[in-house]
């Protein structure tokens, strides 16, 4: 039986808006992440690191970045893992750093290395400001060629918030990662296990130089993957991923927000029984 050596919680796209609003005047994307985190919360599961790949605050507000470091401060500590935030292009980086990492104001790009246990996280900032679409610099890329050149005991995840890997919505597509190809051979033949990003509000994997991707549900709204002919549109529900280290491989999983309406309930023990004497 393959178990994994680690687990981590990735949210992407939470797009928290000040006490007292709604995003797009309807969605409670607050409340939205606290269903979330009562889920990983009642758990049986002692994830190494939430790991938040960027569009944290919906435009940037100081107050919205300070109710999503409130809400993290209460739920962090019950669940046991340390919370890693990425920047996404509805970010702002000063606004960021202030309000939610309370770190002196810096528009320089948030790249950052976080070793839990045998796990190393790398977070690269693959905003421009400005733009909706991603870039990295070379300065960036120098920068993680090097720190890769030293291999983590348990594998390297690598979190950005703008995929490397095609998306079937046509203007997503136009605000993707520019020159994807430029990472894929930084990370070629190195120990970074996947990639983990979002921005386009569907789950979506691909690969990138023989390293899985994955693009991470939203946590605000989802995008319609087939909209009515000629329109854009997004819809409810929302969801966050579970993402499994193994010896040899990674897995990520989506897990839906919202009430659970269970079909069966078997308890643990009786099914490791049951596979116990049928298992060949």
């Known amino acids: 039986m393959r178990i994994p050596r680690h687990t981590l919680v990735q949210f992407s796209d939470v797009h928290m808006v000040p006490e007292g609003e709604l995003l797009l005047d309807r969605l409670d994307t607050a409340e939205q992440l606290r269903q979330a985190l009562a889920a990983v919360e009642a758990a049986d599961l002692a994830p190494t690191a939430l790991l938040f790949t960027g569009d944290l605050a919906d435009t940037g507000d100081p107050r919205a970045y300070r109710r999503l470091r409130a809400l993290l401060a209460e739920a962090g500590p019950r669940i046991g ?10 970010d702002d980086r000063a606004a960021f750093r202030e309000g939610l990492l309370g770190t002196p104001a810096s528009t320089d790009p948030h790249d950052f290395v ?60 136009r605000l993707s990662l520019r020159a994807p190809a430029r990472l894929g051979a930084v990370i070629a033949g190195t120990d970074v296990r996947i990639v983990l990003t979002g921005h386009n509000h569907h789950a979506t994997c691909g690969v990138l130089a023989g390293v899985p991707v994955w693009a991470a549900p939203a946590g605000a709204y989802r995008a319609d993957v087939f909209p009515p002919a000629d329109t854009y549109q997004g819809v409810a529900g929302v969801g966050y991923t579970r993402v499994d280290l193994y010896e040899d491989c990674a897995t990520a999983t989506f897990v839906p927000v919202g009430p659970i309406e269970p079909v069966y309930a078997y308890e643990r023990a009786k099914v490791d029984r049951y596979l116990a004497a049928h298992e060949g």
């Open 114 to 173: 976080h070793t839990s246990g045998e796990v190393r996280v790398i977070m690269l900032d693959s905003t421009t400001p400005g733009s909706h679409s991603g870039d990295l610099t070379e300065d960036q890329l120098q920068w993680l060629r090097a720190e890769l050149a030293t291999p983590a005991a348990g594998g390297t995840v690598l979190g950005l918030h703008h995929p490397p890997i095609p998306t079937p919505l046509a203007f997503l597509e």
């Open 81 to 90: 893992a340390p919370a890693l935030y990425g920047m996404g292009n509805h």
